[in-house]
DNA sequence: CATATTACCGACCGAACGTTCAGTAATCAT
DNA sequence: ATGATTACTGAACGTTCGGTCGGTAATATG
């Protein structure tokens, strides 16, 4: 009997000398230098000293500076485009399908807030950042399409180019990105009911 | 003994040869480098290529990477920070002056891009990142002043917490700088009156 | 013309970068 | 205890970074 069957385990396997950090756990503490410094300004010394470990235990651990962003920006790929699997259900109003998608995509956002704030201020300087915007790419288009559907369908106002108004609303929920902290006063569930009831209703005082 | 104040010194100033670019033309090229590439991940050498200047004639324009970003940012906060000398007419309504400032700062980002668009990618990493910070965050402290002026007057909705209008709002307004491109096909004015139009009625149909 | 002034160049510097590697220490299965 | 396996160390590697320097070419003034 081991010390558990933690499956946040990922070196300890068998033999050898038990690791200080699992992948995920490293990764974790990885994105958050990122998010802070910035990606190209993080240097592998300071996400080594970060971790405690010295930069070639490091190395021991990562392949390099990319691959970690690589898996930090697939998480993140992974939690929104996810979004769609709950939105798909065909029956419903467009809006609604609408609406849905921009309450799923806030609460993705949020629930994975450190790999969807890095994935989106990714640039397209490397391989692995340009295939990450395309993968982004092909998200905001599923969106949009949602967006134009509604309005084809006259349930959402018709005197704005839908790209336009798709563009605006998930910018606005992107935006959370840039300011919001777990623990804060503000609640994430706040956060998404706020959101979706301005994308809908605007700010303008309550109707009866 | 020199001229005296020379605040924005540019080339052909009497004697001596004539330089290939006004510092406005060079700040102008250089951003346009930063939002590409990223500001970090932008080398001097990248930043003389796009000049057609040798590294070492670069600098005998600038003084160095910081200070271009700082002038940068600055032009930004200068249009930012204007953005109120047109709203702080005291006799309106407070919503009023909550849409104004909305329509103005959309406005504001859009006449100047480049500059707004880096400054909102800035991190901290250096003194002139963190003042660029500091006086951004004044500027949304005025925002955010005027949602609550307009929510404590009941002529917005009161069931968010105007803070957090004021964050989804502006936030709308500044994604638009991670995708406009002057030239497209829509007009700066079509993003203006879609933005406040978005902020203050939402994406529902139309009211009669 | 001479001279002052400015624009620009090539060559270079120390530091920091991402990455590698040969070796050592710790731990588990047998 | 032994051997296999994993975790980690310290010292370096080649490259690129931001930035400097001595010198040269071009131009305006007088």
Redesign the pocket.
Known sequence: M??GPAPLE????????????SRDDLLALVVAVFNERGY?????????RASG???????????????LLGLAVERALGALSAVFDGVATPGERPVDRLQDAIRRTAEALLAELPYVTLLLRVRGNTEVERSALARRRAVDARLAALASEASQAGEIRGDIDPRLVSRLLFGMVNSIAQWYRPGARTSADEVVLAVVTLAMEGLGAQRS
Chains 1, 2 share one sequence.
């Open positions: 081991s010390t990922v070196s300890a396997r068998g033999r050898g000398r038990p690791a200080r950090y190209e300004a993080t240097s592998m010394e300071d996400l080594a470990l010295t930069k070639s235990a490091f190395y021991h651990h990562v392949s390099g500076k990319e691959e």
